[in-house]
C-alpha cells in the first residue's frame, strides 16, 4: 500500500504563530484529505485537495500532486486549532492515513 | 441536519460483551467504510460494506470478531464482538463523496472494555 509520512509529529505553538505541516505520499493518488481530530475524537475535513491550493479562513493547503506532497498552512493559531491532524489519501477506493501531527497551541 | 450519524457517541463495555454501533447517512451511497483507531494511532480500515453483498475485511480484520450488516444504501452496523480490553478504541464509519469531494467521517464512538 502507499506510505503516508507527516511531519512534525508533534507542535507545540504559542497562541497568534503560524505553522507548516507537510505529508508526502509513495505513490500517485486520486484524492488527498487534510482532517483535523478534536479532543472528543471527531474528525473533520478541512481540505479535499488531490492538487492544487485552497483556502479557508486561516487555513490553506497545497498539494504538488508531481511531487508527492502537501502542506497544511495555519495562520495565527488559536487554541481551538489543537489536536491531530491527519493526512489521508486514496487510490482507488483504498484510504490511506498518515500518522498525524499533533497540535498543542498554548495561550 | 449532519450528513451522518453515528451512535452510541461512547460506551463502556465488559469483556466478553459485545456492541453494535449504527451509523445512518442522510443520500444513499454505494459503499460504507468501517475504521478503528487505536490509542494513539492512526486510523486503520476494518472492512469496505456494500449493500447487498458480503463485506470485505482488511487484513488482521475478521467477520466473526466484526460483523457488519448493511440492509440499504443509507445504513450499516459494525458488532464489536466478545470484547477484551485491546478493543478499546474509537469507530468511525465514511462514506465517500458527500461534500464537496473526498470522504466524509461520522462523529465516533468511542469504545472502552473493561
Known amino acids: 500500500g502507499i506510505q503516508v509520512e507527516q511531519s512534525p509529529p508533534d507542535l507545540i505553538l504559542q497562541e497568534g504563530a503560524n505553522s507548516t505541516l507537510r505529508c508526502n505520499f509513495s505513490?500517485?493518488?486520486?484524492?488527498l484529505q487534510w482532517f483535523h481530530q478534536n479532543p472528543w475524537g471527531q474528525l473533520i475535513n478541512l481540505f479535499y485537495?488531490?492538487?492544487g491550493t485552497k483556502q479557508n479562513g486561516r487555513l490553506s493547503a497545497t498539494t504538488v500532486a508531481t511531487e508527492r506532497y502537501s502542506l497544511l498552512y495555519i495562520s495565527s493559531s488559536q487554541t481551538t486549532d489543537s489536536g491531530v491532524y491527519f493526512c489521508?489519501?486514496?487510490?482507488?477506493?483504498?484510504?490511506?492515513f498518515g500518522t498525524g501531527t499533533s497540535l498543542t497551541v498554548i495561550p | 441536519s449532519a450528513v451522518i450519524s453515528q451512535k452510541p457517541s461512547r460506551d463502556i463495555c465488559q469483556r466478553g460483551t459485545s456492541l453494535t454501533i449504527q451509523c445512518q447517512v442522510d443520500?444513499?451511497?454505494?459503499?460504507m467504510f468501517w475504521y478503528r483507531q487505536q490509542p494513539g494511532q492512526s486510523l486503520t480500515l476494518i472492512a469496505t460494506?456494500?449493500?447487498?453483498?458480503?463485506?470485505?475485511?482488511e487484513s488482521g480484520f475478521v467477520i466473526d470478531k466484526f460483523p457488519i450488516s448493511r440492509p440499504n444504501l443509507t445504513f450499516s452496523t459494525l458488532t464489536v464482538s466478545n470484547m477484551s480490553p485491546e478493543d478499546s478504541s474509537i469507530y468511525l464509519c465514511?462514506?465517500?463523496?458527500?461534500?464537496?469531494?473526498?470522504?466524509?467521517f461520522g462523529s465516533g464512538t468511542r469504545l472502552t472494555v473493561v
Open positions: 465514511s462514506v465517500e463523496g458527500l461534500t464537496g469531494g473526498g470522504y466524509t
Open positions: 505513490d500517485s493518488v486520486n484524492n
Open positions: 485537495i488531490p492538487s
Open positions: 489521508a489519501v486514496a487510490t482507488g477506493n483504498q484510504f490511506y
Open positions: 443520500s444513499q451511497v454505494t459503499m
Open positions: 460494506a456494500n449493500q447487498g453483498s458480503e463485506a470485505t475485511y
